[in-house]
């Protein structure tokens, strides 16, 4: 059966980080993310990593946690 138009097929859910995951990652708390995240939607600008929504859920692409890990240096 061919995905519906709009889904995202499920195995790549299996290839992006949660917020947790991330927060593990990087040695910070879940909450500070989640602080990067509503700073960078209502002032702009990027303290942290790029993300989107998935599902409901926020989910950060491991390719743009290595860019950003990448630019902090």
Excluded: C
Excluded at 29 to 36: G, K, S, V
Excluded at 56 to 69: K, Q
């Amino acid at each position: 059966m061919a995905p519906q138009a709009g889904r995202v097929d499920a195995s790549i859910n299996d290839k992006l980080m949660t917020t947790a995951e991330l927060a593990s990652k990087i040695g910070v708390t879940p909450e500070t993310i989640a602080q990067w995240r509503w700073r960078d939607t209502v002032h702009g600008g990027r303290r942290g990593p790029k993300f989107i929504r998935f599902n409901r859920s926020i989910r950060y692409r491991p390719e743009d946690v290595a860019d950003w890990i990448a630019k902090q240096n």
